[in-house]
């Protein structure tokens, strides 16, 4: 008689089953942005689940920034669409609990960032050129104050991402804009030559977003990035793991 083999089962706590069903709602749009979501006690009183689970369940969807809690007696849970920190809470917690080292996010920029020129060139908006042209003139004139010249460069690169109108991209970006700026902010990194250097980068990259050339523009941000990382590479004090 062959011996019966099972595999292992996986029961999965009543929490995280209510949790699931609230948080296909919510993306599915049942339950819209802004909409209250039932009190607990008719949680409680709907599926028969313990206040603990109801509650435990809550607090998962609320880590994940599909809910709002708002305390008081006319408080309660309200339903949120993903925002761009729930992408930047996820994405910190990787690279900080997996230890992803400075040159990974060197050539994580590389990869996502000539794409995004290219499509800011192709897609960006007449105001959003206009904000790029303004932002492009606050780093350089923030070249005397590295604190806020290195501020300054994070947001010229995001708003390339807004311009680029690739949602996905985007979100990326400003997930890890962070990240970037601590990379940049190194001691004794930035130096005048290095800023000299990046500022021409960007207005060579600027204008080929004012000509819609998106091929320049890809090709120009990533020789720029590129000699980013090699320059990092060659540091002395680059940190081996991303702070």
């Not at 309200?78 to 996820?90: I, K, N, T």
């Not at 501020?151 to 680029?164: D, F």
Request: hydrophobic fraction near 45%; aromatic fraction near 4%.
């Amino acid at each position: 008689m062959a011996e019966l083999k099972l595999a292992p089962i996986y029961v999965p706590k009543t929490s995280e089953v209510l949790a699931d069903q609230l948080r296909r709602q919510i993306l599915g749009g049942a339950v819209g942005p802004g909409s209250s979501l039932p009190a607990e006690r008719d949680l409680v009183t709907q599926t028969g689940l313990s206040r603990g689970s109801v509650r435990e369940a809550l607090r998962i969807l609320e880590a994940e920034g599909l809910v709002s809690t708002r305390p008081g007696r006319q408080g309660g849970s309200v339903a949120r669409q993903p925002g761009d920190d729930s992408l930047a809470r996820s994405v910190s917690l990787f690279v900080h609990g997996r230890g992803i080292s400075l040159i990974s996010l060197l050539q994580t920029r590389e990869a996502v960032e000539p794409s995004l020129a290219q499509l800011a060139a192709q897609n960006r908006t007449d105001a959003e050129l206009q904000e790029l042209v303004e932002i492009t003139q606050r780093v350089e004139d923030a070249f005397a104050d590295a604190p806020l010249y290195l501020a300054a460069n994070v947001e010229w690169h995001c708003a390339i991402a807004n311009a680029s109108h690739n949602e996905l991209l985007r979100a990326f970006m400003i997930a890890i804009s962070t990240m970037v700026y601590k990379a940049s902010a190194i001691e004794n990194f930035a130096t005048d030559d290095v800023r000299t250097v990046v500022i021409k980068a960007h207005r060579r990259i600027l204008a080929a977003i004012i000509a819609q050339d998106g091929e320049a523009a890809r090709r120009r941000m990533a020789r720029h990035l590129a000699a980013l990382t090699e320059a990092m590479k060659a540091f002395p004090h680059a940190p081996l793991v991303i702070d």
